[in-house]
């Protein structure tokens, strides 16, 4: 799996979409979840989602302002995330695993993204 991801810089408050998209095999077979780390901190679990989407996972600190979604026609899974903070900067990666239910371990996950900077300015 491949997984390309896109992000940015964005004002506190504002909002982003990260997407993730895979080739080379179908997405549809694998549980996705997004996971971050901050600078000088260590990866922390943000997102998950099953397989067919309907069941879905939130870390706390991302609770209510954060939404994942996932379409396998595309192979391409989103997280969109509103009301950012600046504590929500850090390098995103999104993560796929042969699981049929949801994870929030990241040793469940057997592939991973490159990760992408998200930036957001106060």
């Known amino acids: 799996v491949q997984l390309r991801r896109w992000g940015g810089l964005v004002q506190a408050g504002g909002s982003l979409r990260l997407s993730c998209a895979a080739s080379?095999?179908?997405?549809?077979?694998?549980?996705m979840g997004w996971f971050r780390q901050a600078p000088g901190k260590e990866r922390e679990f943000a997102a998950a989602v099953n397989t067919r989407g309907d069941r879905k996972s939130y870390a706390d600190s991302v609770m209510g302002r954060v939404a994942v979604s996932r379409d396998n026609a595309k192979d391409t899974v989103y997280l969109q995330m509103n009301s950012l903070k600046p504590e929500d900067t850090a390098v995103y990666y999104c993560?796929?695993?042969?699981?049929?239910?949801?994870?929030?371990?990241?040793?469940?996950?057997?592939?991973w993204g490159q990760g992408t900077l998200v930036t957001v300015s106060s």
């Open positions: 993560a796929a695993a042969q699981f049929p239910g949801i994870t929030r371990i990241p040793t469940s996950y057997g592939y």
């Open positions: 080379g095999r179908t997405l549809g077979n694998y549980a």
